[in-house]
């Protein structure tokens, strides 16, 4: 069977603009309530999200994956040399309180970011729209694939180069606003939400929405630092009580 689909790409607005940590503090706060993953331990969340705890999974598993990937210097830039490893990567957890506002957001089926005082924290979004003849089949694969296309960004457009890190506004604009939050070394926790949208056009869009705290894609500022990722816990000193999971190059939060 045929079914023609498009899929979207959506920029993140720089939301702010200040390199002002008192700021980044006060629009992003701590959310209360963080699952920690593992194996043993698929995040559960109470909220009206359709996701699954294996889906919540595949987000938090891509991300590290991904971050852990570049923290030590093997993702690639367009012109196939590789981007500096980073020091201060943190690993990121589930976090319910941010699946809550995804999905409130993904529930409302406006291909829009929402407002900055909804979510309190970075946003991607990603969309696959198919016809009416897609009904219920894309679910999975837009979990999956937004993920990808997101970090592909990079390698895509580059917008850094393999000495500097730094979030111009004419990196931004090469396209990798997605990849830059995901890569964004200081966030430490994503929620997503989902929602199959039937359309008034009759097509149906697989809405995937993810929030990060703190948010990244700060203009200016480096989104991550370079240097070789963290080998013992005094490496990570961006949050107190962090510790360094030597394995992955991944800093993490006690
Ligand atoms: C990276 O580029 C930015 C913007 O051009 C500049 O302000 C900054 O000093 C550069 N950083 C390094 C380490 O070269
Ligand atoms: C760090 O951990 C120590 C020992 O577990 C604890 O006493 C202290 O309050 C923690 N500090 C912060 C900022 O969480
Ligand atoms: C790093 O921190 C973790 C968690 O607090 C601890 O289990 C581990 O022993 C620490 N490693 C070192 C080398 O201190």
Not at 27 to 37: H, V
Not at 81 to 97: E, H
Not at 232 to 254: D, F, K, M, Q, W
Request: aromatic fraction near 12%; proline fraction near 5%; charge should be neutral.
């Amino acid at each position: 069977m045929k079914v023609v689909f498009y899929i979207f790409f959506f920029h993140t607005i720089i939301i702010f603009i200040k390199a002002d940590n008192s700021q980044c503090e006060c629009a992003s706060p701590s959310p209360t309530s963080i699952i920690t993953s593992g194996i043993n331990s698929l995040p559960q969340c109470s909220t009206t999200s359709p996701l699954t705890p294996k889906l919540r999974q595949v987000f938090v598993d891509k991300h590290n994956g991904y971050r852990s990937t570049l923290a030590n210097g093997k993702s690639q830039l367009p012109d196939g040399s590789f981007a500096s490893p980073a020091s201060n990567m943190y690993k990121l957890k589930y976090s319910c309180d941010l699946e809550k506002v995804a999905q409130e957001w993904a529930d409302r089926c406006i291909w829009e970011h929402s407002p900055v005082d909804h979510r309190n924290g970075g946003e991607n979004l990603y969309a696959i729209i198919s016809g009416s003849e897609g009904k219920g089949q894309y679910f999975e694969q837009s979990i999956q694939d937004s993920n990808d296309a997101w970090w592909n960004e990079l390698r895509q457009f580059g917008g850094i180069t393999s000495t500097n890190v730094t979030l111009t506004m004419p990196a931004f604009n090469t396209g990798i606003g997605h990849w830059s939050q995901m890569a964004w070394a200081t966030t430490q926790t994503v929620g997503c939400g989902f929602r199959e949208c039937s359309r008034p056009d009759g097509t149906i869009m697989f809405f995937v929405v993810c929030n990060y705290r703190p948010s990244g894609n700060y203009l200016n500022q480096n989104i991550y630092q370079i240097g070789q990722p963290c080998s013992r816990n005094s490496s990570c000193t961006a949050v107190p009580n962090s510790s360094c999971e030597i394995s992955t190059g991944l800093c993490y939060v006690n």
